[in-house]
């Protein structure tokens, strides 16, 4: 059964403190966006204790219009790309007046809404910086923090690292030749059309962020060109006038080319760029994560945005595209995706060369006890469910009531499970991370039921 279906209503709240138990491991929670407070809810709820440190001085991480940690990408028309009963948490589902997709204040509001709901706030320290993230001499963890109160280490059996994935800038690498006379901004930068008003506004990338600022920028901007090096297949929000992912939704247990077949489906439904002057992708529907736009393919038909191929040079006032045709410029927007990093955990330890780092269930490096990794992956669909479904199975490792099979077996699984997911999509630092949602949830609902026999034989 899809995940969509197996939501239950909202449980009741939680209305008095949850005693800690002090039998169990102590953790350490890094971020309080949503991966972050879906981690800290099952800590809390579980009674283990735990800190939770935040950089910013507000829940909701990405969702924080202008958020004090500088990290987030949100801009002030963000709406969400997966409809609401599909983002929500399993057991908060979001408000039922919101639209199918909700805007980012509608979804900050919620995940407000999910920290009161279940009484952890008071577990959450703002306005901190984690530092540094070390083993420590005796198998457990030192983690250095420094905010208000100064610098201090605290020793913790475990961390649980959340601090998203969309954060940290890509730019191109190396950069185009020729020089540019005009402004450059990541993505990560855009806030408001305010930023395009009047302009010559080029726009790289063929993400859903991409679109969106195209789609902005072409009521705003005197012109607007949009440079894809390689066309996406783009999906429409709605199908029969219901959230295309909703409907007929298969089972998780299903071999990957059933959802790969819903996504043709909607595809193909949704109809070919070709016609908007934009190349035929060179990859199958499915073999990419899905982008979606309601209004991309108007915009193009009404002449409101030139679509263009890769970008050759930069030439002071204008970009000079590989087919040689050029687009006056005065803003360049480089809606290039993201670098996965951790800037409190050492190289040497771990890093995500080129956004790839193979994990066992996409949250357990084998070699590191104790170090989990929560919202680390990029589904077809929302990360929430999926970050919650993990919060809640490392919970009830640290509780003693999961035991994980032998280190063999999680590295034979692990190796596998990279090999799989990676091989379903061109090979692009976008799709390291990538799963598939109703799989990934059947998947580790599975594993969790054998560990949890483990642990009471």
Same mark, same amino acid.
């Given at each position: 059964?899809?995940?969509?279906?197996?939501?239950?209503?909202?449980?009741?709240?939680?209305?008095?403190?949850?005693?800690?138990?002090?039998?169990? *491991?102590?953790?350490? /929670?890094?971020?309080?966006? @949503?991966?972050?407070?879906?981690?800290?809810?099952?800590?809390?709820?579980?009674?283990?204790?735990?800190?939770?440190?935040?950089?910013?001085?507000?829940?909701?991480?990405?969702?924080? !219009?202008?958020?004090?940690?500088?990290?987030?990408?949100?801009?002030?028309?963000?709406?969400?790309?997966?409809?609401?009963?599909?983002? %929500?948490? @399993?057991?908060? *589902?979001?408000?039922?007046?919101?639209?199918?997709?909700?805007?980012?204040?509608?979804?900050?509001?919620?995940?407000?809404?999910? &920290?009161?709901?279940?009484?952890?706030?008071?577990?959450?320290?703002?306005?901190?910086?984690?530092?540094?993230?070390?083993?420590?001499?005796?198998?457990?963890?030192?983690?250095?923090?420094?905010?208000?109160?100064?610098?201090?280490?605290?020793?913790?059996?475990?961390?649980?690292?959340?601090?998203?994935?969309?954060?940290?800038?890509?730019?191109? +690498?190396?950069?185009?030749?020729? =020089? !540019?006379?005009?402004?450059?901004?990541? %993505?990560?930068?855009?806030?408001?059309?305010?930023?395009?008003?009047?302009?010559?506004?080029?726009? /790289?990338?063929?993400?859903?962020?991409?679109?969106?600022?195209?789609?902005?920028?072409?009521? #705003? %901007?005197?012109?607007?060109?949009?440079?894809?090096? #390689?066309?996406?297949?783009?999906?429409?929000?709605?199908?029969?006038?219901?959230?295309?992912?909703?409907?007929?939704?298969?089972?998780?247990? &299903?071999?990957?080319?059933? =959802?790969?077949?819903?996504?043709?489906?909607?595809?193909? =439904?949704?109809?070919?760029?070709?016609?908007?002057?934009?190349?035929?992708?060179?990859?199958?529907?499915?073999?990419?994560?899905?982008?979606?736009?309601?209004?991309?393919?108007? $915009?193009?038909?009404?002449?409101?945005?030139?679509?263009?191929?890769?970008?050759?040079?930069?030439?002071?006032?204008? &970009?000079?595209?590989?087919?040689?045709?050029?687009?006056?410029?005065?803003?360049?927007?480089?809606?290039?995706?993201?670098?996965?990093?951790?800037?409190?955990?050492?190289? +040497?330890?771990?890093?995500? #060369?080129?956004?790839?780092?193979?994990?066992?269930?996409?949250?357990?490096?084998?070699?590191?006890?104790?170090?989990?990794?929560?919202?680390?992956?990029?589904?077809?669909?929302?990360?929430?469910?999926?970050?919650?479904?993990?919060?809640?199975?490392?919970? +009830?490792?640290?509780?003693?009531?999961?035991?994980?099979?032998?280190?063999?077996?999680?590295?034979?699984?692990?190796?596998?499970?990279?090999?799989?997911?990676?091989?379903?999509?061109?090979?692009?630092?976008?799709?390291?991370?990538?799963?598939? !949602?109703?799989?990934?949830?059947?998947?580790?609902? $599975?594993?969790?039921?054998?560990?949890? %026999?483990?642990?009471?034989?």
């Amino acid at each position: 059964m899809a995940y969509l279906v197996k939501q239950s209503h909202r449980v009741p709240a939680v209305t008095a403190p949850v005693p800690v138990d002090d039998s169990l *491991p102590r953790a350490c /929670v890094i971020g309080a966006g @949503s991966s972050g407070i879906a981690a800290a809810k099952n800590l809390y709820l579980s009674g283990i204790g735990f800190d939770c440190f935040e950089l910013g001085s507000d829940i909701g991480g990405t969702w924080v !219009f202008d958020n004090s940690n500088g990290q987030s990408a949100c801009y002030d028309s963000l709406e969400i790309n997966t409809s609401c009963p599909r983002m %929500a948490y @399993s057991d908060f *589902p979001m408000p039922e007046d919101y639209p199918p997709y909700a805007r980012h204040d509608q979804v900050h509001a919620y995940f407000e809404q999910y &920290v009161e709901h279940f009484g952890f706030r008071h577990t959450i320290t703002f306005d901190t910086t984690v530092e540094d993230v070390s083993p420590s001499a005796d198998g457990r963890w030192d983690v250095r923090i420094s905010g208000p109160g100064g610098t201090e280490t605290r020793t913790y059996d475990a961390v649980l690292v959340a601090n998203g994935h969309h954060w940290d800038p890509r730019w191109p +690498e190396p950069a185009y030749p020729g =020089t !540019f006379d005009g402004e450059q901004i990541h %993505a990560h930068d855009h806030r408001s059309g305010d930023q395009l008003e009047g302009r010559d506004v080029v726009v /790289v990338g063929a993400g859903n962020s991409a679109m969106d600022i195209v789609v902005e920028s072409s009521f #705003r %901007a005197r012109t607007t060109t949009w440079s894809v090096r #390689r066309t996406e297949w783009v999906l429409r929000k709605f199908f029969l006038g219901r959230p295309s992912d909703q409907g007929l939704l298969p089972p998780g247990w &299903v071999p990957w080319w059933v =959802t790969a077949l819903r996504l043709r489906i909607g595809a193909l =439904t949704a109809g070919s760029m070709t016609t908007y002057g934009l190349p035929a992708p060179s990859h199958k529907p499915g073999q990419s994560h899905p982008v979606q736009s309601e209004r991309i393919r108007e $915009r193009l038909a009404a002449g409101a945005v030139t679509a263009r191929p890769a970008i050759e040079r930069l030439e002071g006032d204008r &970009v000079v595209f590989v087919d040689g045709s050029t687009a006056p410029a005065d803003l360049i927007v480089w809606a290039t995706g993201y670098k996965v990093s951790f800037p409190f955990l050492a190289p +040497e330890l771990i890093a995500a #060369r080129d956004n790839d780092l193979p994990l066992w269930k996409r949250a357990v490096h084998p070699g590191l006890p104790g170090l989990y990794f929560v919202g680390l992956l990029q589904p077809i669909g929302a990360v929430m469910p999926l970050a919650e479904a993990q919060a809640k199975w490392i919970a +009830e490792t640290l509780a003693g009531d999961y035991v994980p099979p032998s280190d063999s077996v999680i590295r034979r699984q692990m190796a596998a499970e990279h090999e799989r997911d990676t091989q379903q999509f061109y090979a692009s630092p976008r799709h390291t991370m990538e799963v598939d !949602f109703d799989h990934y949830l059947w998947d580790l609902g $599975r594993e969790l039921k054998k560990g949890r %026999a483990r642990a009471s034989s």
